[in-house]
């Protein structure tokens, strides 16, 4: 068994616990003798813990989405209304985003939601509370320049994407990823109706490497990013865990997640809704 077979046949089954006994005996024997595949297996399943462990009970609630729907409806009502005076305007919304969302024309504060488990919910009251609260930090949020910047690749990308590292498999474009030190997980939104186009290797100008991989669907793509990043997340979750945050960001849905390993941050950004897409990275990881 050489290394492409074991990584696109064999290593999730076996992170997984899923080979007959024939196949775990192959690829028991293989990883012994192959450094770079016990580490990816040992990745695989490292990943596969904290996703199972972070969106076991991926569900937008319900209370939530309807905040999302009210937000959305109040602001496009509010494309038709006269803008204010100029007296007026700084004590209305002046800094409110105006961002295009799921129709044209349409304007969108900032809204913010993000993955959590049914333990973590907090009790319904202080939830409201929280949620509000959220929303109003929301309304007023400027601009995000970690969000902009995903932004601004994933348009260039969908216009044109070029692949500059070998990009023929999943196995290539990790392999690639891996001998650059960068994390070599590859997410399988295939079940969404997403393919993968490939992956970009970049550097920024700190100097360190960016990871791009790219999903080409019919409505539009999920770009996925690699970067080594050691801040705090953008403020005003409604809901959070420890590693994962979701955001509407002018238009635009974006999942936040602390790689498990290294300094690293993945984020994934799409047109697509937020339901969506939280269900279409629901449908990757389990």
Not at 177 to 189: A, E, I, Q, S, T
Request: glycine fraction near 8%; proline fraction near 7%.
């Amino acid at each position: 068994m050489d290394c492409a077979t074991y990584i696109e046949q064999f290593l999730s089954a076996h992170a997984d616990g899923e080979l007959t006994e024939d196949e775990l005996r192959a690829a028991e024997e293989h990883v012994a003798g192959c450094a770079e595949c016990r580490e990816r297996l040992e990745e695989e399943r490292a990943l596969k813990q904290t996703l199972h462990e972070h969106l076991a009970a991926l569900k937008t609630p319900t209370r939530v989405r309807e905040r999302i729907r009210l937000a959305l409806d109040h602001e496009q009502a509010s494309e038709f209304r006269p803008e204010p005076s100029p007296a007026l305007r700084g004590a209305s919304r002046s800094k409110w985003l105006r961002p295009q969302v799921w129709v044209p024309g349409a304007i969108a504060a900032l809204l913010i939601v993000g993955l959590t488990t049914l333990s973590t919910f907090s009790p319904l009251k202080h939830q409201a509370a929280q949620s509000d609260q959220a929303l109003e930090e929301a309304f007023s949020t400027d601009s995000v320049p970690l969000f902009d910047q995903a932004v601004r690749h994933l348009q260039g990308f969908e216009k044109k994407f070029e692949p500059n590292v070998p990009s023929g498999s999943p196995a290539d474009i990790s392999d690639a990823y891996l001998g650059h030190k960068m994390p070599g997980y590859l997410w399988n939104f295939g079940p969404s109706g997403f393919q993968l186009a490939g992956g970009r290797l970049e550097r920024s100008p700190s100097g360190d490497l960016t990871a791009y991989t790219f999903y080409r669907g019919d409505k539009g793509g999920i770009l996925c990013t690699y970067e080594h990043f050691q801040g705090p997340f953008p403020e005003g979750p409604i809901h959070e865990t420890r590693e994962h945050s979701y955001y509407v960001y002018k238009g635009y849905s974006i999942c936040v997640s602390k790689y498990p390993r290294g300094d690293f941050v993945c984020i994934l950004i799409t047109h697509r809704p937020i339901d969506e897409f939280m269900q279409t990275i629901a449908d990757s990881s389990m």
